[in-house]
């Protein structure tokens, strides 16, 4: 035995390396790819944004941050100079690693809205897949951007600002009524945050479940919304369980590309949701330019 298993071996083990990655690491690399989408000049800047250039590579460094193309071709040099032109024993003069400037830029400001339905529809499971989404979308912001604003709403049929703790760990019974929230958004906006200042952000998570005669409601108040937001978005928890949705129905019925819905249903889909609001495809393009 190579020292493999639960008992005590007595042959020589592997030798491998570790990968000493950080949370503050992982998000970069996660999130690099990702910004606020139609993010526009606005009369004050104070966001301060930050993202990573490659600039070179170099013998040590991270193990996230190997670069597997030239060190498979260092190895393969290296082997064939001893008469064995093939890839493998991988030593550590073989390594390469990428080296990365961060740079750092102001933008205009910026607020996020995060809206969640609270009512005694979303059970567990609804309020899991809700405040997933929400807590990486905070770690997104908070890796990327500094001085973004964050408002908390909480609604069942009635709608109140919340704080963050409360956001996260509050729950409600009671009707659903998405318009209260909708309303309470454009007063928060009209009374704090006027739009020739500030990028605006509205993101509600629901299960979908709204009350019938307020689903019109709903829509123009979202239509209200996307007059002074850069972008509106929607997120709906399916519970495979029980009820097809009524409300993704009514927003499937505005054409706004500015309107971006997902629908989720269950925890794998809650990194590609924030891709569908985040992923910035211009800057991928660039990259790769």
Known sequence: SQGEGSGAGDQP?????????????LADMVFEDFSLPNLKDKRVQEIESSSFRF????????MGNIDKKRTILENLKRNAMHGNPRIGGITPEDLRFKTWD?????????????????????????KYIARSFF?????FLRTKYQNV?????????KAREVTEEEFFTKGESGGT?????????????????????YNLYPFHFS???????DNERCVVMVKKLLEVCNVFGYGEIV?????????????EKIKDKNLIAVTIKDKTEVYPALRSFFYDYDLVEAKKA
């Not at 083990?13 to 690491?25: K, L, N, Q, R």
């Not at 339905?117 to 499971?125: A, I, R």
């Not at 807590?135 to 770690?139: D, E």
């Open 13 to 25: 083990g592997v030798d491998y390396y570790e990968a000493e990655v950080t949370m503050e690491e």
């Open 55 to 62: 600039k070179d590579v170099r013998k040590h460094g991270l």
């Open 102 to 126: 961060k740079e750092v830029e102001y933008q205009s400001n910026a607020v996020v809205i995060a809206m969640m339905d609270t009512s005694g529809s979303m059970g567990t499971f609804e």
């Open 135 to 139: 807590f990486w979308m905070l770690k």
């Open 149 to 157: 604003k964050m408002v908390f709403i909480a609604h069942h049929t």
């Open 177 to 197: 009524k998405c318009s209260s929230a909708y309303e309470l958004a454009l007063e928060i906006i009209n009374e704090r945050f006027p739009p020739e200042d």
């Open 207 to 213: 299960d979908g479940d709204n009350l019938p005669s």
């Open 239 to 251: 519970n495979p369980y029980y009820r097809s949705s009524t409300l993704m129905g009514v927003y």
